[in-house]
Nanobody, 117 residues
Framework: QVQLVESGGDLVQAGGSLRLSCAAS????????MGWYRQAPGNQRELVAR???????NYADSVKGRFTISRDNAKNTVYLQMNSLKPEDTAVYYC???????????WGQGTQVTVSS
């Protein structure tokens, strides 16, 4: 059974920092690409950051220079370090895993990030 469990969401003031974690089980984590997406009320879910199985990363333009995605294959966990948070970063943040060989995609349940001005 595949599980992606996000944590770390919170209420924070603008300019603050948070670190999100996504712990995975039931997958060959080291072989999968991992991503963070977010969805604000009334908006579509959008890519925030992604890291491939070999460590290559890409980011949405809106978070470049502020957010950093990383992975720890020994802990089956992907992280999103978020600095200089803005009110427009407020959203539910979701973790996604992708295996292109399977192929399959799984999502976590989401964690709420709220940035107050």
């Amino acid at each position: 059974q595949v599980q992606l469990v996000e944590s770390g969401g919170d209420l924070v003031q603008a300019g603050g920092s948070l670190r999100l974690s996504c712990a995975a089980s039931g997958i060959l984590f080291s072989r999968n690409a991992m991503g963070w997406y977010r969805q604000a009320p009334g908006n579509q879910r959008e890519l925030v950051a992604r890291i491939t199985n070999d460590g290559s990363t890409n980011y949405a333009d809106s978070v470049k220079g502020r957010f950093t995605i990383s992975r720890d294959n020994a802990k089956n966990t992907v992280y999103l370090q978020m600095n200089s948070l803005k009110p427009e970063d407020t959203a539910v943040y979701y973790c996604k895993t992708t295996n292109y060989v399977g192929p399959y995609v799984y999502w976590g349940q989401g964690t709420q990030v709220t940035v107050s001005s």
